[in-house]
T-cell receptor, first 113, second 117 residues
């Protein structure tokens, strides 16, 4: 069985400061891990993915995440937040054997001017 | 390339009715999966199809069903609608899990917002 825990339901940052969104996962197999972003009334957009290649993954819009197997973590970071980063972020785990994605509960990011 | 297309974007239905939602995947993508998003339960997996075969199904009642056609387009159906079925229904496509994740991951459509009154 696979599952994801997003450790913060809400994160508030000032524009221009770093963003850290924390995610721990559980998986019986070698997982694929993703971060998706959802803006209000929109679908899900892929930010980045880890699929057993480099443990530091760079995504779109300046986001990156580091896969740490020993800590079962896949935290998302961005060095400098922009107002357009205000959205909901989902950490997602998938293994190749059951053909589904398991989503975390989501982290809402607020960016203060 | 064209993205994942879901139709209709919005639906309002009455309790007891049935509804059919459609999803057209990215060209060349053969796997289609469906998810339900609600404020209370978050994003939950409904089912996944590949080459017209359902390979996995989430923990939903039998009122929720789906199918996939030979061109990879998929439909999901909900019969005897209940108020609790009000949700955003999202479709995702990929080349094929286990083969395509490394390339494209999963691409989501904009969803169908279903309201049951």
């Amino acid at each position: 069985a696979q599952s994801v825990t997003q450790l913060d339901s809400h994160v508030s940052v000032s524009e221009g400061t770093p963003v850290l969104l924390r995610c721990n996962y559980s998986s019986s197999y070698s997982p694929s891990l993703f971060w998706y972003v959802q803006h209000p009334n929109k679908g899900l957009q892929l930010l980045l993915k880890y699929t057993s290649a480099a443990t530091l993954v760079k995504g779109i819009n300046g986001f990156e995440a580091e896969f740490k197997k020993s800590e079962t973590s896949f935290h998302l970071t961005k060095p400098s937040a922009h107002m357009s980063d205000a959205a909901e972020y989902f950490c997602v785990v998938s293994d190749q054997n059951d053909y589904k994605l398991s989503f975390g509960a989501g982290t809402t990011v607020t960016v203060r001017a | 390339k064209a993205g994942v297309t879901q139709t209709p974007r919005y639906l309002i239905k009455t309790r007891g009715q049935q509804v059919t939602l459609s999803c057209s995947p990215i060209s060349g993508h053969r796997s289609v999966s469906w998810y339900q998003q609600t404020p209370g339960q978050g994003l939950q997996f409904l089912f996944e199809y590949f080459s017209e075969t359902q390979r996995n199904k989430g923990n939903f009642p039998g009122r929720f069903s789906g199918r996939q056609f030979s061109n990879s387009r998929s439909e999901m159906n909900v019969s005897t609608l209940e108020l609790g079925d009000s949700a955003l229904y999202l479709c995702a496509s990929s080349l094929a899990p286990g083969q395509g994740i490394e390339v494209d991951g999963y691409t989501f459509g904009s969803g169908t917002r279903l309201t049951v009154v």
